[in-house]
Nanobody, 126 residues
Framework: QVQLVESGGGFVQAGGSLRLSCAAS????????MGWFRQYPGKEREFVAT????????HYRDSVKGRFTISRDNAKNQMYLQMNNLKPGDTAIYYC???????????????????WGQGTQVTVSS
């Protein structure tokens, strides 16, 4: 079992920055692709960013490319999402997730993720 806990959410004005963290416990994250997803009120959860085991491969949804950066520190069992130039449309609950993989690749599909955190709220005012 892997337990994931997000932190770093909060309230920020448009154009500002936040850094989300995801702390894992229970197992090492070395064999897991990791991802960030977000959910708007009344909407389905959507993919934001993903990173492979080693961090060598990443992928982002188009609307956050150039503004968000996903990274991980396997030695600390942590994953991060640096969010710059935030927009009101980024307001959502952000979730981190872990997907066991058998190769160093990222995972985009939500259904392939095995473990989820409880979420952290990000609110961006205009």
């Amino acid at each position: 079992q892997v337990q994931l806990v997000e932190s770093g959410g909060g309230f920020v004005q448009a154009g500002g920055s936040l850094r989300l963290s995801c702390a894992a416990s229970g197992r090492t994250l070395s064999n897991y692709a990791m991802g960030w997803f977000r959910q708007y009120p009344g909407k389905e959860r959507e993919f934001v960013a993903t990173i492979s085991w080693t961090g060598s491969a990443t992928h982002y949804r188009d609307s956050v490319k150039g503004r968000f950066t996903i990274s991980r520190d396997n030695a600390k069992n942590q994953m991060y999402l640096q969010m710059n130039n935030l927009k009101p449309g980024d307001t959502a609950i952000y979730y981190c997730a872990a997907a066991e993989t058998f190769g160093d690749h990222f995972v985009v599909t939500e259904a392939l993720y095995d473990y989820w955190g409880q979420g952290t709220q990000v609110t961006v005012s205009s």
